[in-house]
């Protein structure tokens, strides 16, 4: 009998097409699964979820154990309304001295509020890294997550466009930070408060939420040719260190399409002003950004110049920055020394400006006003600690506000600048 026929051996050629097709697959096979597997680890955060708030400090915002509860502020049988819930701020403070920035920063701390500390390019990166881990090391700042500093800093010269820039820049930051802050407030290390958190956010949560406190004037003067009309090229906008200012010797014409207000920087502006100037789909605050991009005195223009002409914010502005200043014969703001602590108080101001640096009336106020220790954060309704230098060791409920007279003093200029006869006189309405 015949054996069967059998298959021909396979050939070399087809084995190796075999191989190669084979290996085609393990390589297709190998890539899809380190894709997914690369994909798998861009998609996981590498930064660690922060720490829940403290639920002491904040025990309407969790639920929280009955440890937590027991510094909540009870009073049985109350005939009198409760009082409104405290407002929220967005303190954005800047300077080149990371000293005299946390020093500001413990004389405005709350743990309600919203703190962007930003020490500009002028200070080493030393100093800002000493910031940082001093800021970190502050046990109420952990608790409270309401503190952080910009790690990529800007130049903002005294004049030009830069330090609107950086107002623009760390306001954008704090919106996204947080969506629970109501007004914005613009800090520089040579302003100084003369109330307390607890006096501010008081008076505060008796107002509606879309007012604007800003100085602003239609009658610009002798300044017009000299501040709106001069042309700069502002070097803090493009270079990475600090060199003169150019000043062209031409000069422009006014805008004819808005008209130009004049204030000064300093200002308390809603949330909703500042999402219009960096969120809105109105085109007025990009046109005006790129107008003064060139003009020595951008920051005290922009602000006053977007609220009164815009239909929607021109009849929530108060013709009054709470800040207090005192000017010279040339219309510069002087040095505030220990003799003029009489006309804070009387002017009842929620800040002053400008203060030397480590001048003695700093101590004053801190002493006598405030009744903050020194290296200590501002004691409010929400410090639980008996002795004077421990106060805020110890804390309780953040919505526990302690007025004292600087709510008084808040009060009656509030009574004064919302009268009737001088809040609608004031108003910066164009038609």
């Not at 075999?18 to 890539?31: E, F, G, H, M, P």
């Not at 309600?112 to 390019?121: A, I």
């Not at 700042?141 to 820049?169: C, E």
């Amino acid at each position: 009998m015949q054996s069967p026929a059998q298959p021909p051996p396979p050939s070399t050629a087809a084995v190796a097409g075999d191989n190669r097709v084979t290996t085609l697959y393990c390589i297709i096979a190998a890539s899809l699964f380190s894709l997914l597997f690369v994909f798998s680890l861009s998609s996981t955060p590498h930064t660690r979820p922060p720490p829940p708030l403290d639920p002491y400090l904040f025990p309407d915002r969790q639920s929280q154990p009955s440890s937590a509860r027991r510094h909540r502020l009870f009073i049985p049988n109350s005939v009198d309304p409760p009082p409104p819930p405290p407002p929220s701020i967005a303190y954005l403070i800047s300077g080149s001295d990371p000293h005299r920035i946390l020093r500001l920063l413990l004389a405005v701390y709350h743990p309600r509020n919203h703190y962007l500390l930003h020490l500009d390019l002028s200070a080493p990166q030393s100093d800002r890294q000493f910031l940082a881990v001093t800021v970190r090391s502050i046990a109420v700042f952990r608790a409270a997550q309401n503190v952080n500093v910009i790690g990529k800093a800007d130049f903002a010269y005294p004049k030009g466009s830069s330090p609107l820039s950086s107002t623009l820049h760390g306001a954008s930051i704090l919106l996204r930070l947080s969506a629970n802050w109501d007004w914005f407030i613009n800090l520089s290390v040579a302003d100084y408060p003369l109330v307390t958190q607890d006096d501010l956010l008081h008076i505060l949560s008796y107002l509606p939420k879309d007012l604007n406190f800003v100085n602003h004037t239609s009658y610009i003067g002798w300044k017009e040719s000299r501040s709106l009309k001069r042309i700069i090229v502002d070097p803090g906008l493009y270079i990475s260190e600090k060199i003169w200012m150019f000043y062209a010797s031409q000069k422009r014409e006014l805008p004819d399409a808005f008209r130009l207000f004049m204030g000064s920087s300093s200002a308390i502006l809603s949330r909703k002003v500042i999402e219009f100037c960096i969120l809105g789909t109105d085109n007025l605050p990009r046109t005006l950004l790129m107008y003064l991009s060139n003009t020595p005195s951008a920051a005290s223009v922009y602000f006053p110049t977007v609220l009164c002409n815009s239909r929607q914010f021109s009849r929530t502005t108060i013709n009054h920055g709470l800040c207090y200043a005192s000017f010279d014969n040339n219309q510069e703001p002087r040095a505030i020394k220990s003799e003029d602590l009489h006309d804070l108080m009387r002017s009842g101001a929620a800040f002053a400006s400008p203060f030397p640096s480590k001048d003695p009336v700093l101590d004053h106020i801190d002493k006598e006003i405030l009744n903050r220790s020194p290296g200590k954060p501002l004691p409010g309704g929400w410090c639980l600690g008996e002795s004077k230098n421990d106060t805020c060791d110890i804390w309780g409920d953040a919505n526990i506000l302690s007025p004292g007279p600087g709510a008084r003093r808040l009060e009656n200029l509030f009574i004064e600048l919302l009268s009737n006869g001088t809040f609608r006189s004031h108003q910066c309405i164009v038609k």
